[in-house]
């Protein structure tokens, strides 16, 4: 699977703005992109810690490689969330929902 087939940069910041906007729209439909977001943000911290946890390779450990790995990791939470995702993002959506009483959305296959 390739992180870049119909995705967008990981870091981009009209995607960014958007998101603030439909965080404040309230409606189940911007709260599910939310939670995507949130859950590619702790997917992006989970392999972050994961290559800081690898002793790394001598021949390929450089500031520029670290660069590279680092975008590629971001960009592949952000395929991950895509979707169904990990799950975490069905759990926070149904969390806000109770908690803010907006209408129920049903949970994708």
Same mark, same amino acid.
């Given at each position: 699977?390739? =992180?870049? $087939?119909?995705? !967008?940069?990981?870091? #981009?910041? +009209? +995607?960014?703005?958007?998101?603030?906007? $439909?965080? &404040?729209?309230? #409606?189940?439909? !911007?709260?599910? &992109?939310?939670?995507?977001?949130?859950?590619?943000?702790?997917?992006?911290?989970?392999?972050?810690?994961? +290559?800081?946890?690898? =002793?790394?390779?001598?021949?390929? #450990? !450089?500031?520029?490689? +670290?660069?590279?790995?680092?975008?590629? $990791?971001?960009?592949?939470?952000?395929?991950?969330?895509?979707?169904?995702?990990?799950?975490?993002? #069905?759990?926070?959506?149904?969390?806000?929902?109770?908690?803010?009483?907006? &209408? &129920?959305? =049903?949970? !994708? =296959?």
């Amino acid at each position: 699977m390739n =992180p870049l $087939d119909g995705a !967008s940069l990981a870091f #981009d910041p +009209r +995607r960014t703005a958007a998101l603030l906007g $439909d965080a &404040k729209g309230g #409606d189940a439909a !911007s709260l599910r &992109k939310v939670a995507q977001e949130f859950e590619a943000l702790l997917l992006q911290q989970v392999l972050k810690a994961a +290559r800081a946890a690898n =002793p790394g390779n001598e021949y390929f #450990d !450089s500031e520029a490689t +670290r660069t590279f790995t680092g975008m590629l $990791d971001e960009q592949h939470a952000q395929a991950l969330s895509r979707g169904r995702g990990i799950g975490l993002a #069905d759990l926070i959506v149904r969390q806000m929902e109770l908690v803010q009483g907006v &209408k &129920k959305t =049903p949970v !994708s =296959p």
